[in-house]
């Protein structure tokens, strides 16, 4: 055959395919003879012996490490047995507590105590440190709803002076809902333990500058606390307590045991004074800027004697409750939130020194001397 055109294809032959030659003669193994020995050497043998007992005690000690570890880890987890340690996950969800009440005291402080008091003593707002509401009336639910809705989702009052605290409510306002957990977990610790007072910027302990060491707070609530049997329990508007008398006033106050009956000779407790009427002398009291003044009373012994109460907080409740030195009431007046001047008839009181509080307020006290 040809490529080139118009000429006949011419018959090629095939190109004769050279003889193939042996290959060059080569020894199958280029090792020496030694090495190509099947049987081993004595020393061979030991050599391999002592190589497999280090790799079976490289796993085992291999299998130990992991089984400690795992065992260890389980533990860190959830604790050892018998309460020995705490789980982390225990101790995390107390350190967030930790953290959580610190900051809640801090918004408290900074929007709250200036209505409620430092120390929730009650002022402008109600007390909250008292332990018949902090029992069941102050829970986390009703704390969550009144700093969302305000005032009026306690007492129905458009005008309330409770404002709306957090900023999903209508009107926002000012705390987010970490703010309103924090506030929370705070007003619903219990007094059982002492916390830090921490910068709320730095968070850095506080610390006094007169003795150089950390301040400290204690929560309210006390976790053992339980009512009288039978104990009317806190009423859903604050200001009813103080609609029906003395009576209505639950017992736990912060001061004291509470608030019980005056002695069968002593007469009704809290029993205003007829007009007109006065036995024996006059001791005059008021209740100004959440105090008393004056602080210090005195009276004469064996004899009763008139007691004249002032308030001049308007629309802030207060009363005067006489206790002996075991903190049982003798005598308490009625609570009234009204700026106005009752007066009451206290029965006879033996020499002593009486200490007197506004159930109210436990930080309005005084002495009563009767001598």
Known sequence: MTDQPGREP????????PEAQPPAPVERFTASPSVRQVELSPERAAQIVRQSSNARWVGFLAVVVVVLFVALYWFYELGAPLGITESRLE????????????????????????????????????????QDKLFVHLN???????????????????????????????????????????????????NDDQYVIRDDE?????????????KTFTPWRDENYKPE???????????????SGPSAAPSGSPVGSGAPSAPASAGPAGSAAPS???TGSVVKIQAAGI????????????????????????????????RDAAGTSLFKTDTFPDAATKTYEVPPLAAGSYPFVCTVHANMTGTLTVE
């Open 229 to 243: 049997p039978g104990a009317t329990p806190y009423p859903d508007c604050w200001t009813k307590e103080f609609t």
């Open 91 to 130: 101790a995390e969800v107390g350190a967030q507590q930790v953290t959580a009440v610190t900051r809640g005291y801090n918004i408290y402080q900074a929007n709250c105590a200036r209505c409620h008091g430092v120390n929730g003593e009650g002022g402008i707002g109600p007390t909250l440190n008292r």
């Open 291 to 322: 105090a008393f003044d004056p602080t210090e009373l005195s009276a004469p012994a064996g004899a009763g004697f008139t007691l004249e109460l002032a308030n001049n907080d308007a629309g802030i409740p207060h009363d005067v409750d006489i």
């Open 276 to 278: 007109g009427a006065a």
């Open 140 to 190: 986390e639910n009703y704390l969550r709803n009144i700093l969302e809705a305000g005032g009026r989702y306690a007492c129905g009052d458009p005008l309330s002076a409770m404002p709306v605290w957090a900023d999903t409510g209508n009107p926002p306002g000012p705390l987010n809902y970490v703010q309103i957990e924090e506030l929370i977990a705070f007003l619903r610790a219990t």
């Open 202 to 214: 730095l968070y850095e302990p506080v610390m006094d500058p007169l003795t150089g060491e950390e």
């Open 10 to 17: 011419e018959q090629r032959l095939p190109v004769p395919r």
